[in-house]
């Protein structure tokens, strides 16, 4: 850098240089001034930096509140029910959220994963900075047991879509009385009228039992009429105070019914020594024969049912006609075939069978009668013939046929 001394009077050499040697300490002590001011603004501007940075940091829901997006910020996205019975009907919640963005947030659709869910929500625009909700039903009817559902949320949101959650356990109906014992004789309630024994081999016994309650308020006396011998009924106990309950013992006698295939018997019951209306019972068994214990010799030399044809169509006839069918049974066997029962569909057919008892070889005649009064058009009537047969111990009949009025 060079330096120019002002103009003025000559002065002498000597004086000269001192007059230089000022200047130039001036000017090195200007300069340093002016650098020590350039490092001091650095450091300000460092140091301001540094605070907005550690603002940034720490408060960054006020950065986001500056978006010119919509947000929603839920209070919680998910929600459990806890135990809820199924009886109690729907249960609601409500999922609120803030619209933490810088513009007007739409929700344009909520769906569920299930019908059983129902949502609702804000319809208007939420603005910025005001709060909208979503809310969620459950329905428990018909559902017992846990669940985990969810509900999708489409908005204009910076964030989008976003998925809420409920869950809970539904506790099943606790049956009542009328549930657990809907048939109702007088003062009584009962788990049924009928008792359906199924298949029972030939011989077997077995026990089946009734759940019977008093509903009235005096005491009942308990007591049966019309009990075919080969049932016992017991009741158990005989008297019950009102809110008592009890049952109704029944023991099915295979060989005292002394009847094969589906067979049924009723009786009644009497309260306080009196009948009711519809105060019958209803008994089914299904009895057959025991083939299991037969040995693959005795079942080579088994007789063997069949029949010459086993579908008979009588065509076309009049209402009120009586239709007669005739069916060939053979026993193609190495034994005795023993007829044991002949059954039909219906009572509009009567079947008698020929012989009981069919030798090997030989055969016999079932016929089969059907009154066609008060029937029209297609008709399937079966013709069932029950035999010792172990293949083949239910061998079915067909009578088929067109009946005009």
Known sequence: MQFILPAGPMLHPRHQKKQR???????????????AETRLKTYDMKRWMSVFFLLALFFPAGLQAQSRQPFMAFETDVHDFGTIPEEGGPVTYRFEFTNTGGAPLIISNVTTSCGCTAPSWSKEPVLPGAKGYVSATYDPRNRPGKFEKTITIVSNAEKSPVILRISGEVTGNLPGVENMLPVKIGNL???????????????????????????????VQISFADVPKHLLVMPNPA??????????????ETELKNAWG??????????????????????????????????????ASAPVISAEKETFDFGTVRQGTKVEASYVVK??????????????????????????IIKPGKSTTVKAVFNTRGYHGTQNKLVMIISNDPKTPKLNLWLKGTVEK
Do not use: W
């Not at 040697?21 to 650098?35: C, D, E, M």
């Not at 105060?279 to 010799?297: C, G, H, M, Q």
């Not at 509009?348 to 020929?354: L, Q, R």
């Open 21 to 35: 040697a000022g200047i130039i300490f001036a000017h090195r002590l200007i300069t340093s001034v002016k650098f």
């Open 189 to 219: 309630r009962l788990s049924s009228n009928t008792v359906s024994f199924g298949d029972l081999n030939f011989g077997d016994q077995d026990r089946k039992s009734l759940y019977v309650m008093n509903t009235g308020s005096s005491t």
């Open 239 to 252: 008297q019950l105070k009102p809110g008592e309950s009890g049952t109704i013992d029944i023991t099915y």
């Open 262 to 299: 589906f067979v049924t018997d009723r009786f009644q019951i009497l309260i306080n020594g009196k009948a009711e209306p519809l105060n019958r019972i209803v008994v089914t068994a299904s009895i057959k024969e025991d083939f299991s214990r037969l040995s693959p010799k005795d079942m």
């Open 331 to 356: 026993n193609t066997g190495k034994r005795d075939l023993i007829i044991r029962d002949v059954q039909t569909s219906c009572g509009c057919t009567v079947a008698v069978p020929g012989d009981k």
